[in-house]
C-alpha cells in the first residue's frame, strides 16, 4: 500500500466509512495478531486483543497526526490493549527483587536460535502473564527496565527478575521439548 492509498484509507476512517475500516482492518490484521499473539495466553486470547486493539484504532484514529509510522502508531494501541488487561487484573507481578539475578550463558542463547519462530510463540504463549509481559516488551519491543517498570508499575528489580526467571523457563522448555541438552554430548 503507497504512502497516497494509506492516507486516504486513514481519512476515510476519520470519517467512520465502514469500507475504509475493512481495508485498514484488512491491510494490518495479520502483522497486529502476530503482536496480539507475543502477548496472548493463547490464541484465543490474541483474538480478542486483535478485535480490542481494532475498537481502539477506529476510536482514536483522529489523535494519529501522520507525523509518526502508522504501523508504529497502531503496534502501540495493540501493546497497549494487552498490557491494561493485565493492569487492570492485577494478576501480573512476583517480586524477586532480593534474589540474585543470573544471565542466560551463551550456550543457552544458542540453543533458543536453533528453533522456530513459530514454535518460540508457543513457548512465550505458555510463560506465566508476569514473566511474558516483561519478556516481550524487553526482547521483543526493546523496552528497557526502567521503562518496563513505568509503564507496568513495577519496580526496574521486578522486571529484571521476571526477565530471567522468563528467560530461564524458556531455556529449560527448549531443553526438554527439543532435546537440545543432550546433543551437546
Known amino acids: 500500500m503507497n504512502d497516497k492509498h494509506l492516507k486516504d484509507i486513514i481519512d476515510g ?3 467512520g466509512k465502514r469500507r475504509s475500516q475493512e481495508m485498514l482492518y484488512h491491510h494490518y490484521s495479520g502483522k497486529m495478531f502476530a503482536v496480539c499473539l507475543y502477548y496472548g495466553g493463547n490464541k484465543t ?3 480478542d486483543f486483535l478485535h480490542n486493539g481494532f475498537i481502539k484504532v477506529f476510536q482514536n484514529i483522529k489523535q494519529y497526526n501522520a507525523k509518526g509510522v502508522f504501523d508504529a502508531w497502531m503496534r502501540r494501541i495493540f501493546m497497549n490493549t494487552a498490557l491494561e488487561k493485565y493492569r487492570d487484573k492485577k494478576q501480573l507481578f512476583i517480586s524477586h527483587e532480593k534474589e540474585e539475578l543470573q544471565m ?4 543457552q542463547e544458542d540453543a533458543l536460535s536453533k528453533i522456530s519462530a513459530a514454535d518460540l510463540i508457543n513457548l512465550i504463549q505458555e510463560l506465566s502473564p508476569a514473566y511474558r509481559m516483561v519478556f516481550n516488551l524487553f ?3 526493546g523496552y528497557s527496565h526502567k521503562e518496563i517498570s513505568v509503564m507496568l508499575s513495577i519496580s526496574e528489580g521486578t522486571s529484571k527478575s521476571n526477565l530471567s526467571r522468563a528467560r530461564a523457563v524458556l531455556q529449560q ?3 526438554e521439548r527439543f532435546d537440545l ?3 551437546k554430548g
Not at 542466560?104 to 550456550?107: I, P, Q, R
Open 181 to 183: 541438552s543432550r546433543s
Open 45 to 47: 486470547e490474541a483474538e
Open 13 to 15: 476512517c476519520r470519517k
Open 139 to 141: 526482547a521483543i519491543e
Open 104 to 107: 542466560l550463558e551463551s550456550d
Open 173 to 175: 522448555q527448549v531443553n
